[in-house]
């Protein structure tokens, strides 16, 4: 092999800290790829609830309790006291 082949293949550029770097950015770029993934699979994951307001079950039973205070089966008061537990305040007297 000749002075300049050797020289190419173990000396050249791209030796030394060349190699580093990229093997440093090739674990960044893939380190980034699979924390984008996932960060963006919890946030599709996450409960409705979870997002900071009441979730679907919570006015699906609001909407039952105002009917059923809408047909007169209960009145105000106790309409009142449930619709505050089901919000999660404790009922007056409580």
Do not use: C, K
């Not at 060349?18 to 380190?31: K, P, R, T």
């Not at 924390?35 to 599709?44: G, S, W």
């Amino acid at each position: 092999m000749s002075e300049e082949m050797r020289m190419m293949y173990w000396n050249g550029p791209g030796m030394g800290w060349g190699y580093g770097l990229m093997i440093l950015n090739m674990v960044l770029f893939w380190g980034l790829v699979i924390a984008v993934v996932v960060l963006l699979f919890r946030y599709l994951a996450r409960r409705p609830g979870a997002r900071g307001g009441p979730g679907p079950a919570v006015h699906a039973a609001e909407d039952v309790l105002a009917q059923r205070y809408a047909r007169g089966e209960i009145d105000a008061e106790e309409y009142h006291a449930r619709l505050q537990t089901l919000r999660g305040a404790r009922p007056p007297g409580d």
